[in-house]
């Protein structure tokens, strides 16, 4: 088994169908991951426990999504040199996803959190392979490549369309 190199976690295995998108996204490029739920409000001394230990293990990229009072991401990136990435995660008595949004976004300077859009799991995982492609040749060809795809994807539908 590899060493996990991103962590995934999520305050509330109700999360789990959008984060799973960045999971997807890191199999895609062949990175390894752990995955698991992690409540900053819930279960706080698994949070602190898990943001502490985080680097020792090897993990190089954390991405924490929530939705609510979302304050995993900006918890854990207090407690752990790590970058960290955080998704908002419209959750089912949010305000239209700006409670996840704001909480998550709007960190105070010094412990910055790289916030994706609403609900955009996948751009986390893409990001994460982006960071982990600035130290890793192999990976970062990968992200490469993924661009040069989309780019042709795009230049391919045009082609059809008129000047
Ligand atoms: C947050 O509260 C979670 O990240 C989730 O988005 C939201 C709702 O959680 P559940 O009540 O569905 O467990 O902590």
Redesign the pocket.
Known sequence: MQQPLVGII???D??LPIMQEAANVLQHFGIAYELTVV?A?RTPARMMQYAQSARSRGLKVIIA????A?H?PGMVASLTPLPVIGVP?K??NSIDGWDSILSILQMPNGIPVATVALNAAKNAGILAASIIGSFNATIGDQVEAYKQEMEAAVLGKVAHLRQ
């Open positions: 999520m305050g509330s109700s999360d409540s409000h999504g929530a939705g609510g979302a995993l995660v959750s089912s």
